[in-house]
């Protein structure tokens, strides 16, 4: 998901909403380059497999994928699902594409899709195509989670919400890895009260942070605290994650600070 995208969403129709959140992923130079392919004409019509978390909405010949993408999308939901003792109360619609280039550029090619796949329209959905589908599933359900948590009139900052997605999804790319590192030995650290939008890495680095610091719990509580701080008029997020004790807040900072100089040396 693009930083822009909880202003798409709640732009969109609500059937529109997650669909967002897939076409929005920044395709490299060489996808964005491809003209686009749409469904190969080899595949035949739509069809849906159940599974216990998921209607996974998919194309005659695409079978040969489909227990490895039901096994992979149920296994990251199992684990988000830990992390944030939150369980959805729908199943999700996943649609599954061929390739990158069959990701919908826009809203109304997404829509198009949604309704040539069967998906039940009025919900969200989740839209990942098979060649990427291993290393984005678990952030985009991610999302979900996100999504279902947070009540609706909150706008929690992007770098919370792709942060905590990057956190689940558990590796660090080498070359992110590498500006955290460079940025931390120049002592480029921006305070957690002055992430901006696109701060994605910081938040990654902070929930990872926050995991390993204060359990399971903490995630919840930091994203559910990030929309409190909308409602109770605190100034920045690390006095949402504790509201009542400014030595705490304090003590936050200076933790987050040790933690990155211990992993980005
Ligand atoms: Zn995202």
Redesign the pocket.
Known sequence: ??GS?QIIRQALPIALSIVA?TWL?PLSAAQSAAPPRKDSGRLGPWTVRPTDHFDIYYRRGQESRLNEVAREAERAYLRISMDLEHTLANKVPLILLQTNRDLPQHPGEAYTIVRASGAPDGVDHMMLSLESFSTRVT??LT?QFEFDLIPRPCRVPAWV??GL?DHETGNWISSERSALRASVAAGLIPAVANFATGDRLWGHALFDFIMAEYGTQGARRYVLAACERQTSGAENARDAFDLASTEVSKEFDRAFLRYLRAQFN
Do not use: I, K, N, R
């Open positions: 998901m693009s995208t959140v992923v952030h985009e999302h919400l792709e997605a």
